[in-house]
């Protein structure tokens, strides 16, 4: 619920938003929550069957990144209306404090499918294990029809073209890298790699501002983090360490301070792990 009530806050039009939520768990129960805490909100629930990604999905350096709702993000023009043109996703485990009809405005070309924020200080050859880097069939697509030179993107904030994302087909080139990632050991990390060999280096730009990640510490510790160094327009936990699981047992990081009043849900219902 805390993106939800940061994202009505900080919007200047927030009665032009509507939200569309991804689910596998009960929808009537999510429902209910919604409801009662925004009884005028626009928003509608998709179910999501996990049973057509669970055979896809490889174990990973933590157990969270093998949920399947992480996997919902691939689905997202088949789950939704076609009616839908461009949508903004974000992860459960973040919240904004800056109007989203800036990020939701983006400007991206005609022929590209996604806008987020590029991080290309980060070492590329870690999302990848010594396996693919070796294979020069599998490391050239990295090089091929590139915009730029691939660059890590975080996949909890983006802007997303869903009719051109249809055109495409990108659910099954997607795909197709998760079942060679069953027979062949390509990766480690969870979700996130199908996106970046699919749309590393052809994404358009979105301002650091617009996802600031990684304040759950690393997948291993979840230790507690300083946010990067500029503005910031939206705040986003991703990683081992989550803001109310901290909060709940009296531990909380110093930054989980901004999540707290935001945090309307009791008891606990995860939408999306991450």
């Known amino acids: 619920m805390a993106v939800i009530l940061s994202v009505l806050q900080h919007s200047s039009c927030p009665q032009n938003i509507v939200f569309h939520f991804v689910t596998s768990k009960q929808t009537h129960r999510l429902q209910n929550y919604v409801v009662s805490s925004f009884p005028y909100l626009k928003f509608k629930i998709y ?12 174990t990973s350096i933590r157990s969270a990144l093998d949920s399947p709702l992480n996997y919902a993000r691939n689905y997202l023009a088949d789950i939704l209306p076609t009616c839908l043109s461009r949508v903004v996703y974000l992860d459960s485990d973040l919240i904004l404090v800056d109007d989203i009809s800036k990020l939701f405005t983006t400007h991206i070309p005609s022929d590209v499918v996604l806008a987020a924020p590029e991080y290309c200080n980060a070492n590329f050859t870690t999302y990848f294990t010594p396996t693919f880097w070796s294979n020069p069939s599998l490391s050239i697509t990295l090089s091929l029809n590139r ?13 997303m073209e869903l009719k051109k994302w249809r055109e495409g087909d990108y659910t099954r080139k997607i795909i197709e890298w998760m079942e060679l990632q069953k027979r062949i050991r390509i990766y480690e990390l969870g979700s996130l790699p199908p996106f970046l060999l699919v749309f590393a280096g052809n994404i358009a730009p979105v301002d650091h501002r617009w996802n600031q990640h990684g304040l759950g510490g ?16 939206l705040l986003h936990w991703s990683g081992k360490g989550k803001p109310w699981v901290r909060l709940d047992g009296g ?24």
């Open 147 to 159: 915009r730029h030179s691939p660059c890590y993107f975080n996949t909890g904030v983006m802007v």
């Open 251 to 274: 531990r909380p990081c110093p930054l989980d301070a901004l999540w707290a009043p935001y945090d309307l849900l009791e008891p606990r219902f995860d939408l999306i792990e991450s």
């Open 218 to 233: 690393d997948n291993f510790r979840g230790l507690c983090r300083d946010l990067h160094p500029g503005p910031v327009s």
């Open 47 to 58: 179910p999501y069957d996990v049973a057509a990604i669970s055979g896809l999905i490889s």
